[in-house]
């Protein structure tokens, strides 16, 4: 006896598979299947080794345990239907192509329902049809096998007409989590099995219309629309269909046109031109809508509607041009993500989540890397957001070391597959204003499938149809030259016409091989970033320079990657909390990699993001609003900083401040503090882990080499380099302490890493200050010290400067100076303003604790604590003498460093406020660039100085 375990398919669907259509919300009969329904899930698929393109036996319907659809069952059952698994590049399970891992999680759903007594089966078809399911599905009604289909974010339709019978229903779908499919769907997200977006049963009448698409162009000359139209119409057999049909159109209340659609080869009913007169077009800014009306005159009860834009997308002289004007996309990629649902689709959470965009400036979307629910593009084209439509493609995980080995990309036996989700993404999609250009997928190589898809698709909508995809680097089958994460000097390269033959990328990327001509061919074309500034974690540096290179005529923008976190809501045993790669078991995982976008999982805007619109979009409605500022308290504090006095004292020093044997700070006036230390090191940024080849490591301004390639090198981090020269581990030692005139004390002391011959020779002065005013007389302390670098320092710091230790938690701040975490390529918007909040509000919390409080400027810091049953509140005053930057926080580098979450730090007792004279900037190493020279730190002599007065008050009420 032979048992076979595997059986080789490529094909993308099999069975009673429609053609696929756009969507659209008035079938003549629409029953949802939304709601509860049988579950069972499996360790393994129960069918493998049976062929699933080929009938079946249905499986068994009892099940005892239930579940919602849409939902990914990995995010339901408590645990006992698996788990969540991240992996941005790597496949989770062993590359064998075109076969699932034999331990292949598997969901069966069952659910009954009353087929509609109006439903005329013999003049008419019904389709169950499936908006998306992770990965490969298999559909019996009520028992005969259907068909099977992969494409996880694509619509597929199955015609079951012939399987119905009046009264009561039932169908049974078989998921599994992988499937061949999943070779084609390796798109740095989280792997969520499961019927994650709507089920419904869609009832045409024969001669209804079952497809429409209406064409529709704008001439910005003439300001006139016209249009197109196609139609399919639901017919019993091909034979019955007539030459052609007439039509009734009418566009909004205008007057109901009647025109001649004629079949062509392919089964289709289409117009000529139509002209619709004078029409405001369709843009981002003025999102305008027409609402047409479709029905063929014989049968006035198949009418079909739609809301439809008039815009002309075109490249013009090697510039992308919207109704004549250029186009400049200043947009972000988006994944479909909840923290709660993963990609389950909510229109009111949807809704919110593009306002959001469009209050920051964003124009533009690239929907990465699949096409997303039907809805989102509706509310797109409402709302005002340019669409770059992505193909359910990508490949990554055959990249290697970029020799893409067994790439599915150049595999005639996935070319099915390849143009299938081209056309069908297509197909959907194809009445939405919004798209302006539609992307073959990414990351996924090149090759003839990718070819043959492009094609494929030039030949259904026409030569006028932009395509995209960033792979294609020699533009044989695409319209627009695409780059993710390019240096600045590459961007100029490529706007730059002077030598057309010039290089355009740096040496060991795959856009440095093509050749001259097609170099020339390059700088003839709309220029884009379809990824740029990866925005993980504290970041992304460097928006500024970017924006700038914008204002070429050749350049379209660019998308940022990316719009937001993905991370997870995950309960553990001390709570809930916001989990990543890893956290939930998965032996395969890329991190918190997944966490990289301009807003957190809750929607909450980083700092970033701010400088990122302040760039972009100086103009966007979230920066119309500054901070709020209260003058009296601003000038209060201005007040009391010119009020403190030096003093010379020959006793009674104590009453001001006291030192250890050592020197170090015990006391200001009445307040106990920490000997404060000196700080070289900043708990690691994610950029500053990233591993990036574009490393300006040990480079000075205009020494970034060829292109701005840098060191052109995967390899260490900055945080590596950090800690192996030993930065967090500083240590003292005192060499002298001498008491002057006038209470003033001297410090000297070196610090310096263990097993190193570099350190910092710091000479400190304590000396008293006096403040009187209403409330009496204030003794504080002015600290000044001189740092000199002395010995082979690493070529870059992350920060020099000072940190103080305050008891207790709990502190309020109120400041004279920048309002913004701010960085030096990462700047803020309000440089000389007034702030006030708790020290917990001060510290940005991605996803991973890291460095994330900076402020490059403060004239005063007053910082305020109170016990809720105390009836005076106790506080310092921090003046800085000259330019110091700030951050507080309630725990220092080493535990944030050592921490994976917020929830893995210890309970704090304390408070710890640094004084930084040179602190580095953050840029977009995660993925992208490092930080540029000039913002890059280096060790050098600086003075760091400031006046510290601790003060008693009565609470404010």
Same mark, same amino acid.
């Given at each position: 006896?032979?048992?076979?375990?595997?059986?080789?398919?490529?094909?993308?669907?099999?069975?009673?598979?429609?053609?696929?259509?756009?969507?659209?919300?008035?079938?003549?009969?629409?029953?949802?299947?939304?709601?509860?329904?049988?579950?069972?899930?499996?360790?393994?698929?129960?069918?493998?080794?049976?062929?699933?393109?080929?009938?079946?036996?249905?499986?068994?319907? /009892?099940?005892? %345990?239930?579940?919602?659809?849409?939902?990914?069952?990995?995010?339901?059952?408590?645990?006992?239907?698996?788990?969540?698994?991240?992996?941005?590049?790597?496949?989770?399970?062993?590359?064998?192509?075109?076969?699932?891992?034999?331990?292949?999680?598997? #969901?069966?759903?069952?659910?009954? !329902?009353?087929?509609?007594?109006?439903?005329?089966?013999?003049?008419?078809?019904?389709?169950?049809? !499936?908006?998306?399911?992770?990965?490969?599905?298999?559909?019996?009604?009520?028992?005969?096998?259907?068909?099977?289909?992969?494409?996880?974010?694509?619509? =597929?339709?199955?015609?079951?007409?012939?399987?119905?019978?009046?009264?009561?229903? @039932?169908?049974?779908?078989?998921?599994?989590?992988?499937?061949?499919?999943?070779?084609?769907?390796?798109?740095?997200?989280?792997?969520? &099995?499961?019927?994650?977006?709507?089920?419904?049963?869609?009832?045409?009448?024969?001669?209804?219309?079952?497809?429409?698409?209406?064409?529709?162009?704008?001439?910005?000359?003439?300001?006139?629309?016209?249009?197109?139209?196609?139609?399919?119409?639901?017919?019993?057999?091909?034979?019955?269909?007539?030459?052609?049909?007439?039509?009734?159109?009418?566009?909004?209340?205008?007057?109901?046109?009647?025109?001649?659609?004629?079949?062509?080869?392919?089964?289709?009913?289409?117009?000529?031109?139509?002209?619709?007169?004078?029409?405001?077009?369709?843009? /981002?800014?003025?999102?305008?809508?027409? +609402?047409?009306?479709?029905?063929?005159?014989?049968?006035?009860?198949?009418?079909?509607?739609?809301?439809?834009?008039?815009?002309?997308?075109?490249?013009?002289?090697?510039?992308?041009?919207?109704?004549? %004007?250029?186009?400049?996309?200043?947009?972000?990629? $988006?994944? %479909?993500?909840? /923290?709660?649902?993963?990609?389950?689709?909510?229109?009111?959470?949807?809704?919110?989540?593009?306002?959001?965009?469009?209050?920051?400036?964003?124009?533009?979307?690239?929907?990465?890397?699949?096409?997303?629910?039907?809805?989102?593009? +509706?509310?797109?084209?409402?709302?005002?957001?340019?669409?770059?439509? @992505?193909?359910?493609?990508?490949?990554?995980?055959?990249?290697?070391?970029?020799?893409?080995?067994?790439?599915?990309?150049?595999?005639?036996?996935?070319?099915?597959?390849?143009?299938?989700?081209?056309?069908? /993404?297509?197909?959907?999609?194809?009445?939405?204003?919004?798209?302006?250009?539609?992307?073959? #997928?990414?990351?996924?190589?090149?090759?003839?499938?990718?070819?043959?898809?492009?094609?494929?698709?030039?030949?259904?909508?026409?030569?006028?149809?932009?395509?995209?995809?960033?792979?294609?680097?020699?533009?044989?089958?695409?319209?627009?030259?695409?780059?993710?994460?390019?240096?600045?000097?590459?961007?100029?390269?490529?706007?730059?016409?002077?030598?057309? =033959?010039?290089?355009?990328?740096?040496?060991?990327?795959?856009?440095?091989?093509?050749?001259?001509?097609?170099?020339?061919?390059?700088?003839?074309?709309?220029?884009?970033?379809?990824?740029?500034?990866?925005?993980?974690?504290?970041?992304?540096?460097?928006?500024?320079?970017?924006?700038?290179?914008?204002?070429?005529?050749?350049?379209?923008?660019?998308?940022?990657?990316?719009?937001?976190?993905?991370?997870?809501?995950?309960?553990?045993?001390?709570?809930? $909390?916001?989990?990543?790669?890893?956290?939930?078991? *998965?032996?395969?995982?890329?991190?918190?990699?997944?966490?990289?976008?301009?807003?957190?999982?809750?929607?909450?805007?980083?700092?970033?993001?701010?400088?990122?619109?302040?760039?972009?979009? &100086?103009?966007?409605?979230?920066?119309?609003?500054?901070?709020?500022?209260?003058?009296?308290?601003?000038?209060?504090?201005?007040?009391?900083?010119?009020?403190?006095?030096?003093?010379?004292?020959?006793?009674?020093?104590?009453?001001?401040?006291?030192?250890?044997?050592?020197?170090?700070?015990?006391?200001?006036?009445?307040?106990?503090?920490?000997?404060?230390?000196?700080?070289?090191?900043?708990?690691?940024?994610?950029?500053?882990?990233?591993?990036?080849?574009?490393?300006?490591?040990?480079?000075?301004?205009?020494?970034?080499?060829?292109?701005?390639? #840098?060191?052109?090198?995967?390899?260490?981090?900055?945080?590596?380099?950090?800690?192996?020269?030993?930065?967090?581990?500083?240590?003292?030692?005192?060499?002298?302490? *001498?008491?002057?005139?006038?209470?003033?004390?001297?410090?000297?002391?070196?610090?310096?890493?263990?097993?190193?011959?570099?350190?910092?020779?710091?000479?400190?002065?304590?000396?008293?200050?006096?403040?009187?005013?209403?409330?009496?007389?204030?003794?504080?302390?002015?600290?000044?010290?001189?740092?000199?670098?002395?010995?082979?320092?690493?070529?870059?710091? &992350?920060?020099?400067?000072?940190?103080?230790?305050?008891?207790?938690?709990?502190? @309020?701040?109120?400041?004279? #100076?920048?309002?913004?975490?701010?960085?030096?390529?990462?700047?803020?918007?309000?440089?000389?303003?007034?702030?006030?909040?708790?020290?917990?509000?001060?510290?940005?919390?991605?996803?991973?604790?890291?460095?994330?409080?900076?402020?490059?400027?403060?004239?005063?810091?007053?910082?305020?604590?109170?016990?809720?049953?105390?009836?005076?509140?106790?506080?310092?005053?921090?003046?800085?003498?000259?330019?110091?930057?700030?951050?507080?926080?309630?725990?220092?580098?080493?535990?944030?460093?050592?921490?994976?979450?917020? *929830?893995?730090?210890?309970?704090?007792?304390?408070?710890?406020?640094?004084?930084?004279?040179?602190?580095?900037?953050?840029?977009?190493?995660?993925?992208?660039?490092?930080?540029?020279?000039?913002?890059?730190?280096?060790?050098?002599?600086?003075?760091?100085?400031?006046?510290?007065?601790?003060?008693?008050? +009565?609470?404010?009420?």
């Amino acid at each position: 006896m032979k048992v076979v375990f595997q059986t080789e398919t490529y094909a993308p669907y099999a069975g009673r598979v429609c053609k696929p259509r756009a969507y659209m919300k008035d079938d003549r009969g629409l029953l949802s299947l939304n709601g509860e329904w049988g579950f069972r899930w499996s360790e393994t698929d129960p069918s493998c080794g049976l062929d699933p393109t080929q009938p079946a036996p249905c499986p068994p319907s /009892a099940m005892e %345990e239930k579940i919602d659809v849409p939902s990914h069952w990995v995010l339901r059952g408590n645990g006992q239907w698996g788990a969540p698994c991240y992996t941005n590049i790597l496949f989770p399970f062993p590359v064998c192509p075109p076969y699932p891992p034999q331990d292949n999680p598997t #969901g069966d759903y069952r659910r009954s !329902f009353e087929l509609p007594q109006s439903w005329d089966l013999k003049n008419g078809r019904v389709r169950l049809r !499936f908006e998306g399911a992770e990965s490969m599905l298999r559909v019996w009604v009520n028992s005969q096998w259907i068909g099977m289909a992969t494409g996880s974010r694509l619509a =597929h339709e199955f015609d079951i007409t012939d399987c119905l019978h009046p009264g009561n229903n @039932e169908v049974l779908v078989r998921v599994t989590q992988y499937s061949s499919g999943s070779y084609l769907e390796d798109q740095d997200q989280w792997w969520l &099995p499961g019927i994650f977006r709507d089920v419904e049963l869609r009832y045409l009448h024969c001669g209804d219309i079952e497809d429409l698409w209406v064409k529709s162009d704008y001439d910005p000359n003439s300001r006139q629309g016209s249009c197109t139209i196609e139609a399919t119409l639901c017919e019993t057999s091909p034979e019955s269909c007539p030459d052609s049909v007439e039509f009734e159109v009418r566009i909004d209340e205008g007057e109901t046109q009647t025109i001649d659609l004629v079949r062509d080869g392919n089964g289709r009913y289409v117009s000529t031109r139509l002209d619709c007169g004078t029409v405001e077009p369709w843009c /981002a800014q003025t999102p305008k809508l027409y +609402e047409i009306k479709v029905r063929p005159k014989i049968n006035p009860s198949a009418s079909r509607s739609l809301r439809i834009g008039f815009t002309r997308v075109e490249i013009v002289s090697g510039q992308l041009q919207a109704n004549g %004007e250029p186009l400049k996309l200043n947009g972000v990629n $988006r994944h %479909e993500i909840r /923290a709660d649902e993963g990609r389950v689709f909510d229109e009111t959470w949807a809704r919110q989540d593009l306002a959001l965009m469009k209050s920051l400036g964003v124009n533009a979307i690239r929907t990465s890397h699949y096409p997303p629910h039907p809805r989102l593009l +509706e509310l797109a084209d409402e709302i005002g957001l340019w669409v770059m439509l @992505e193909g359910d493609i990508e490949t990554h995980g055959f990249e290697g070391t970029g020799d893409w080995e067994s790439n599915p990309s150049s595999d005639p036996r996935w070319r099915e597959a390849f143009v299938d989700r081209t056309i069908r /993404a297509f197909e959907r999609d194809k009445n939405h204003p919004s798209i302006f250009c539609w992307s073959l #997928g990414n990351e996924s190589g090149t090759g003839g499938n990718l070819a043959a898809a492009a094609q494929s698709v030039k030949a259904r909508a026409g030569e006028k149809i932009l395509l995209h995809y960033e792979g294609d680097h020699a533009l044989e089958y695409t319209d627009i030259y695409s780059r993710m994460y390019p240096t600045l000097e590459e961007v100029r390269a490529v706007l730059d016409t002077t030598d057309p =033959h010039a290089p355009v990328a740096i040496e060991g990327h795959p856009a440095s091989r093509v050749s001259a001509q097609v170099r020339a061919r390059i700088r003839a074309v709309p220029y884009l970033m379809c990824e740029y500034l990866h925005a993980m974690g504290t970041g992304p540096g460097g928006a500024q320079e970017y924006a700038e290179l914008m204002a070429h005529p050749r350049h379209a923008g660019g998308f940022v990657w990316e719009w937001r976190d993905h991370a997870l809501w995950q309960q553990t045993d001390s709570g809930k $909390r916001l989990a990543y790669g890893g956290d939930f078991g *998965e032996a395969v995982h890329d991190g918190s990699f997944v966490c990289d976008g301009l807003v957190s999982a809750e929607s909450r805007i980083y700092a970033g993001t701010y400088a990122w619109a302040r760039a972009m979009a &100086p103009q966007a409605p979230a920066l119309t609003t500054g901070p709020v500022v209260d003058e009296d308290r601003a000038q209060q504090l201005r007040a009391t900083a010119k009020r403190i006095e030096d003093i010379r004292v020959d006793k009674g020093r104590d009453s001001f401040f006291v030192l250890n044997d050592t020197g170090g700070l015990l006391r200001v006036g009445d307040m106990e503090v920490k000997p404060a230390t000196f700080s070289v090191f900043r708990a690691p940024t994610d950029n500053d882990r990233g591993r990036g080849p574009v490393d300006y490591w040990g480079l000075s301004d205009g020494q970034e080499g060829k292109l701005g390639a #840098g060191l052109n090198e995967h390899g260490t981090s900055h945080a590596q380099r950090w800690k192996q020269a030993g930065l967090h581990l500083l240590t003292s030692r005192v060499q002298a302490l *001498e008491e002057l005139e006038g209470g003033t004390v001297r410090v000297d002391e070196r610090w310096a890493p263990p097993s190193v011959l570099f350190g910092l020779e710091a000479e400190t002065t304590y000396s008293p200050l006096i403040l009187e005013d209403e409330d009496g007389v204030r003794r504080g302390v002015r600290v000044r010290t001189c740092l000199r670098p002395e010995g082979p320092w690493p070529e870059r710091i &992350p920060r020099l400067g000072v940190r103080l230790e305050l008891p207790g938690i709990g502190w @309020e701040a109120e400041w004279l #100076g920048e309002y913004d975490i701010a960085y030096p390529d990462m700047p803020g918007g309000h440089p000389h303003s007034y702030g006030k909040a708790k020290v917990t509000d001060l510290w940005e919390r991605s996803v991973r604790p890291q460095e994330a409080g900076h402020r490059p400027s403060v004239e005063m810091l007053r910082l305020a604590l109170s016990a809720p049953e105390a009836e005076v509140c106790r506080g310092l005053d921090l003046v800085a003498v000259g330019q110091l930057g700030w951050s507080v926080c309630e725990w220092n580098e080493r535990e944030l460093d050592a921490a994976d979450h917020w *929830e893995d730090l210890p309970k704090s007792k304390r408070t710890y406020l640094w004084l930084d004279a040179i602190h580095s900037g953050v840029g977009s190493r995660s993925c992208g660039p490092d930080v540029r020279p000039q913002y890059a730190a280096q060790i050098q002599p600086c003075v760091i100085e400031y006046l510290l007065l601790p003060f008693l008050s +009565e609470k404010e009420d």
